[in-house]
């Protein structure tokens, strides 16, 4: 077996340290290691974004990233996402827009719509639906998926404080 | 004061916020001290003699506690059940681990448990099997033949079941018919890729002698029956529990081979255990759906008067059968007059096996293929008469007055206005401003083709008798001493939305806050019965089951109000969730009021029993068949072969709609699948039984980017089946989009000389068919 | 699902990576984004038993201008390239062939470095490189290395690096005068690579002449490839349709297609010329014709 490796990551806030195998897949650190199961694994190829988390402000699918490569680095994962009781906008607009349906995509879709909404504040259903191309649905279609994020746009513009919209963690 | 009237309103899901702060539990998401975790080696080859296991090196991997292999469990474990009533069926024994051969690529041979899944993984390296391979098909039509390599020794012929229907005088009504029509067709294999995979956890308590699985199942309560028998353990002892689960379609109403096994290794080790499936693991052992090759046959009058339809069909069972794989075929048999009158029907069902993994239900399960068959057909009869494929469908309709409609397959549609769903689809389409445009295009070189598909489909499943395991379902609402009301369901859902729609049923009987109500299913422990989720019966059954025990809690609550009152029972009014009697409104008792006298059982109706519940078992006297519209105008590029879908229209008739944003997403998403299947996905094995489509990255599922915006609307025919007048609607837009896409594609390719194209739509089809006709003309004009 | 246990180095510099990529040999593998070579180690399909890490080498990740050439460091990501506003501006083919690319996660982590390297067929990222006749530095024991485009990519999955040599980055030119750019590619629907994918660049003179034209296909052969004789139809003359036409006509042939259950070589071919037609037309209408 190969040396563990010491890595040490902000997650939500909050510094985690561990030793890990440098094989360890960053999605397997933070659902068996650190406990943060809500990030999901939907395909073994980087393909469907359930395991979608943001990287020292990207988008990126932790399942295609080993947990030393994000040593010394920022996450947010879904559960970091509301303010205590309460919600993100966009967990709102998902809410209210009925923008899942068994859920299990749906970390993943909240965080490259986060993604999306860090660099458009305004983008056009064309700029939705490619924003989350990266990210597969069976259940809804997208549709409901797609006013879900242009409702957490409005919200967020609404909010909006000078240019800053969301902070980029 | 609560809102009365919560049925038919929008009202946002209460299972959501778990859901969108990544605090719900899926299977994977369970952890219990001192869990193990297996991994198991699947079959590279489609059909092979084992002759040999070795484990030693996988043992010697560090971490790993044990290697199991067929011989290892024996009989132990009984096989993966099938539910048939079917005389003709034949049952190969699928063991839940394979030992003497293996009949499909992914067909599990070992499994590995260790302390973590790296290292059971890496055991899984480490274990050689040997051998030797045998011939294989994978073809079901060649299956047939003569010459074919034999599946199950027992059965030279490959056939898994037979199953035909026969109605009306098909031979003088195709002699004397003025048009028959004849045409192949093929139904894909398709891979239902619910994006949460399966996944099992199992605990045994030896002391106790109680075991506990957690599966991502449609039907806990079934699974539950069916573990009891497979691990032959006391059905008292056994306990199921479906946790969240990350959509089913079909590929979760099953038992599987892993779940008998993480429950035997469960006892086996006294250690808890979890099995979780890999993506690649899902498109080789769950289950597939469609997979049906037919030779349809249509006899028409010159006016368009359908007079009768002749199906044979191959259905491409695999090498074993699961619960329900004869099921599906005959779905399709029954269903085959779809939305019309057609007297005379026959169909003929051959099963045979395959070397590839069983099909089953998948989303729509039979229906989609009779669907496809009678709607690619409407359009199919329509051009070689000349006609437009709108005047051929109104012709055919049954009226409304001639509902309840039987048809010759035997069936009862319980209610519809077939021609309302279609006038309005037409209208929001603008049927003709897009039949004006088509033509304007095509003389400048544009391809655009509309389509329909006037869909009626089956669901609500179903009257217990013409079900394999049960078609009733079991509710129960329970009033606490605080008033707070918990409704148990047998049914299993797995996104649909029921812990919103069911408690809106309630909140509406009982006149309480919806806030105070909450819905548990999928724990056999805790819900005394129930059949699941599927066959888009979870809320027309499992609804009305609840509907009804909500009543019965009601009819006692006032014989408990009337006793405090010292009042006659019908003196007593229910209004604004208050008990009172009549002229005396001010004077009211609610329910949670009357709850604790119940509980406290000081004050009650002599001989009354104390508390305040009820259960209810709701058996349905038929199935219910919603139906609609749906219209989709596509753009063709000959030149790549691309579709484009620039206008997609769906009327849907559910009956009674509890929750319509709930109707909308099941309508969204139905549509979207059926557009996978139309122009993407193929589960695609080569001859030696390969699966080629093993990934993500070669089955292709739609993206948000590849389906367009769909434009809903509703007729509302309520069914006379059940109290709710609720249909299904969990399936419908699966069944009716796809003939719509396909349809719309044909008419698109018409100038081409195209009268049917397979599907998947692939761009590289449509691109031959259109080189072909240019090759043709060029070689004419020469 | 999960790779095989590997030991894995992060080096502050490139001497360092080169140093080690010496010292282990052959089951040593580079990992930039690790987009294309981690999926390969989940299915084990890559088993390297060191993985050296360029991530934490700085100034690896740098796009910046130097006189009339744009220097994209090899770890440079997709993201960064589709969103520079130098390349925007000064040579939008490469923005325009990264937003292509897979998906926003995939363009967040995937480099052009690891894309070019790796020389997957149906990789995006070649195509626009030899359109443009770019310039790939590598780095080894033996100090820094030029390589041409088009001496670059040697077949399947092969290129002319050595096993201990590190592409460092990449020189596109920067476009100036009536220049017009397209990619344009047929995406194979589950995983996003290109069945084809054409780029092309030009330059019109002030009378509308194509003085210069540069056309990299990808996805249709073993390697990606510049299509010569396409370019050389059209240079030095008045671009219409039909002359485009004609010319694309031209792309596949010489070309070994290659096939799969997704598409045959007889329609990868075909896609290749209509691609080639309509991304030679965009760019003549971006460039003004």
């Known amino acids: 077996m190969a040396a563990r490796t010491k890595v040490s990551i902000r997650i939500n806030g909050t510094a985690y340290s561990h030793e890990v195998e440098p094989r360890l897949l960053l999605v397997h650190y933070l659902r068996d290691v650190v406990g943060l199961t809500g990030t999901h694994i939907g395909c073994e190829t980087s393909i469907c974004g359930a395991c979608t988390i943001m990287l020292n402000g990207a988008a990126v699918k932790s399942c295609t990233v080993l947990t030393v490569q994000a040593d010394g680095g920022e996450v947010l994962t879904i559960e970091g996402l509301a303010q205590g009781e309460e919600l993100h906008p966009i967990q709102e607009g998902f809410w209210e827009c009925h923008g899942l349906q068994c859920g299990y995509c749906t970390p993943g879709m909240i965080l490259s719509t986060y993604q999306l909404l860090l660099r458009d504040s305004k983008p056009s259903e064309d700029e939705i639906r490619h924003a989350i191309d990266g990210n597969l649905c069976r259940c809804t279609g997208y549709q409901h998926i797609v006013d879900a994020v242009q409702y957490a746009a409005k919200k967020l513009r609404q909010k909006a404080v000078g240019n800053r919209i969301l902070d980029p963690i | ?782 | 699902m999960i790779p095989a246990a590997f030991d894995y180095l992060a080096p502050a510099t490139l001497e360092e990576a080169i140093r080690a990529l010496g010292t282990h040999g052959e089951e040593v593998k580079l990992l930039a984004g690790g987009h294309s070579l981690l999926p390969l180690m989940k299915l084990r399909l890559a088993s390297p038993t060191l993985l050296v890490d360029l991530g934490r080498i700085p100034s690896l990740g740098l796009i910046s201008q130097e006189g009339d050439k744009i220097l994209i460091g090899a770890l440079s990501t997709h993201y960064q390239i589709e969103s520079s506003k130098l390349l925007k501006e000064k040579c939008p083919l490469l923005p325009q062939t990264a937003r292509v690319i897979g998906d926003v996660q995939v363009r967040n982590r995937g480099t052009i470095g690891g894309s070019l390297a790796h020389a997957d067929p149906a990789a995006d990222m070649p195509a626009p490189i030899l359109a443009l006749a770019g310039e790939l530095r590598a780095t080894g024991p033996q100090g820094e290395r030029r390589l041409k485009a088009e001496d670059f990519f040697l077949g399947l999955m092969a290129t002319a690096l050595s096993p201990t040599e590190i592409l460092t980055e990449i020189r596109v030119p920067l476009l100036s005068g009536r220049c017009g750019t397209a990619y344009l590619k047929a995406p194979q629907k589950a995983s996003g690579f290109a069945l084809v994918g054409v780029a092309v660049w030009l330059k019109l003179s002030a009378s509308g002449i194509c003085e210069d034209i540069g056309i990299g296909v990808a996805g249709l052969a073993a390697k990606p490839f510049r299509a010569k004789g396409v370019e050389r139809r059209l240079r030095g003359k008045n671009l219409n349709p039909s002359l485009i036409e004609e010319a694309a006509s031209h792309t596949a042939q010489g070309v070994d297609p290659m096939e799969d259950i997704h598409a045959s070589g007889e329609f990868r071919a075909d896609l290749a010329r209509l691609y080639a037609a309509r991304a030679i037309q965009e760019a003549a209408k971006r460039a003004g014709v």
């Open chain 2, 1 to 782: 004061m609560p809102v009365s009237k919560l049925v038919g309103a929008k009202v946002r899901r209460r299972e959501d916020p778990r859901l969108i702060r990544g605090l719900a539990h899926y299977v994977d998401d369970i952890s219990l001290p001192g869990i193990l975790h297996v991994a198991i080696l699947r079959s590279p080859y489609a059909h092979a003699r084992i002759k040999g296991i070795q484990t030693e090196a996988a043992l010697q991997v560090p971490r790993v506690v044990a290697v199991f292999t067929g011989s290892d469990i024996g009989d132990r474990v009984g096989a993966v059940p099938v539910a048939s009533q079917n005389p003709t069926l034949r049952v190969p024994k699928r063991a839940v681990l394979a030992s003497d051969k293996v009949c499909f690529v992914g067909e599990a041979v070992a499994a590995v448990v260790a302390e973590d899944r790296y290292a059971a993984t890496d055991a899984l390296d480490r274990i050689r099997v040997d051998y030797e391979p045998l011939p294989v098909v994978s073809d079901p039509e060649k299956a047939l033949g003569r010459e074919s390599p034999v599946i199950h020794s027992e059965w030279p012929d490959n056939v898994a079941f037979r199953w035909t229907l026969k109605q009306g005088n098909l031979s003088k009504v195709f002699k004397d018919a003025d048009k028959v029509v004849k045409q192949r067709l093929v139904h894909q294999r398709l891979a239902p890729i619910a994006l949460e995979p399966r996944g099992v956890v199992a605990r045994y308590f030896p002391g106790e002698g109680e075991l506990t699985l957690w599966s991502s199942t449609q039907i806990p309560h079934l699974l539950k029956t069916q573990l009891s028998l497979m691990l032959k353990l006391p059905e008292n002892y056994v306990r199921v529990i479906a946790p969240e689960v990350g959509g089913g379609f079909g590929s979760k109403l099953n038992v599987y081979a892993e779940e008998a096994l993480l429950g035997y290794l469960a006892m086996k080790l006294n250690r808890p255990v979890k099995w979780i499936e890999g993506r690649r693991e899902n498109i080789q052992a769950t289950i597939h759906g469609r997979g049906q090759v037919g030779e349809v046959e249509v006899a028409a009058e010159r006016d368009g008067t359908i007079l009768g339809l002749q199906y044979r069909v191959i259905a491409d069972i695999g090498a074993y059968h699961q619960l329900l794989t004869p099921g599906i075929p005959p779905l399709t048999g029954l269903m085959l007059s779809g939305a019309y009158k057609i007297p005379a029907i026959s169909i003929e069902v051959t099963g045979v096996f395959t070397n590839k993994m069983s099909t089953d239900a998948y989303r729509g399960a039979g229906r989609p293929e009779a669907t496809y068959v009678v709607e690619r057909m409407m359009d199919r009869v329509a051009r070689e008469l000349g006609m437009d494929p709108v005047k051929i469908r109104r012709k055919n309709f049954p009226k409304p007055k001639e509902f309840p409609f039987k048809t010759a397959t035997g069936l009862v549609y319980d209610s519809g206005n077939y021609q309302l769903a279609l006038d309005k689809a037409l209208k929001l389409v603008g049927y003709e401003k897009w039949k004006r445009q088509q033509k304007r295009l095509r003389s400048q070189g544009r391809y655009l083709g509309i389509g329909l598909s006037t869909y009626v489909e089956i669901c609500a499943m179903g009257p217990s008798a013409a079900m394999p395991a049960g078609g009733w379902e079991y509710g129960a609402v329970r009033v606490e001493p605080t008033g707070k009301v918990t409704i148990l369901t047998g049914v299993s859902p797995h996104g649909q939305g029921q812990e919103t729609s069911f408690a809106q049923i309630v909140a509406d009987e009982l006149g309480v806050e919806i806030d105070d109500i909450t819905v548990i299913h999928g724990d056999t422990a805790v819900v005394a019965s129930g059949i699941g989720t599927f066959g888009s019966r979870a809320t027309a059954v499992g609804g009305t089951a609840v509907l009804q025990a909500a009543q019965r809690v009601k009819e006692k609550a006032r014989e408990i109000a009337a006793h405090l009152f010292e009042a006659d029972l019908e003196d007593l009014v229910f209004a604004d969730g208050k008990f009172s009697v009549k002229g005396v409104p001010k004077k009211g008792i609610t329910l949670e009021q009357i709850a604790l006298e119940a509980h406290m059982a000081r004050k009650l109706p002599k001989k009354m029993e104390p508390g305040l519940s009820a259960t209810a078992v709701f058996e349905p006297s038929n199935f219910t068949f919603p139906f609609g519209a749906h219209i989709c105008v596509v753009e063709v590029d000959p030149k790549s072969g691309a579709v484009e879908i620039k206008k997609y229209v769906a009327v849907d008739d559910c009956g009674k709609v509890i929750n319509p944003l709930l109707v909308d997403g099941q309508i969204q998403g139905g549509i979207a699948q059926g557009l996978g299947q139309a122009l993407y996905e193929e589960v695609i094995y080569d001859e030696n039984g390969q699966l080629l489509t093993g990934s993500l990255m070669d089955y292709a599922l739609p993206r948000a980017k590849d389906v367009p915006r769909f434009e809903l609307a509703r007729t509302e025919t309520p069914t006379p089946v059940n109290p709710l007048g609720a249909k299904g609607v969990g399936e419908a837009g699966t069944i009716g989009s796809t003939p719509a896409i396909v349809n719309a594609v044909v008419d698109a390719l018409s100038p081409f000389g195209v009268t049917h194209i397979d599907m998947p739509l692939r761009p590289e089809k449509i691109w031959r068919l259109c080189q072909a006709k240019e090759a043709a003309s060029a070689g004419g004009r020469r």
